[in-house]
Every structure is written in structure tokens, then in C-alpha cells.
């Protein structure tokens, strides 16, 4: 579905700002009473934590 091995995902600057982005967006939901829309960002914002912070496969050496 998503291809999180792609090399622009291997800073962590920019993993780190992937998983902002969806938190911000959840709790701008959140906070103007958006059910639907508030958890599509929870999930998408838990999936991006675990993906791309805890289970991210580390930089390949050459």
C-alpha cells in the first residue's frame, strides 16, 4: 500500500514530520468535533508511528 523503504524516507527529520503532520491533523479533528475524520488521523497517525519511528528497518551499509 505505502512504500515506506523509499530513500526519501530515510531521514529521520522527515519521518519525524510525517508523524506530526497526521498527529496535528487528528487533533485539529479532535478539537472541531470531527468524529469521522478524527479517527482516520488517529489510525493513520498510529500507523505512521509504528512504521516509520519504532519498526523502521535502519540504513542499509554499503
Known amino acids: 500500500m505505502f512504500d515506506f523503504t523509499h530513500p526519501w524516507y530515510q531521514p529521520l527529520y522527515r519521518r519525524i514530520g510525517v508523524v506530526l503532520v497526521c ?3 487528528f487533533a485539529m479533528d479532535a478539537w ?6 478524527m ?3 488517529a489510525a493513520a ?3 505512521t508511528f509504528w512504521t516509520l ?3 523502521f528497518p535502519p540504513k542499509p551499509k554499503d
Open 45 to 47: 497517525t498510529v500507523f
Open 32 to 37: 472541531s468535533g470531527n468524529p469521522f475524520w
Open 39 to 41: 479517527i482516520l488521523f
Open 23 to 25: 498527529a496535528i491533523l
Open 53 to 55: 519511528i519504532l519498526t
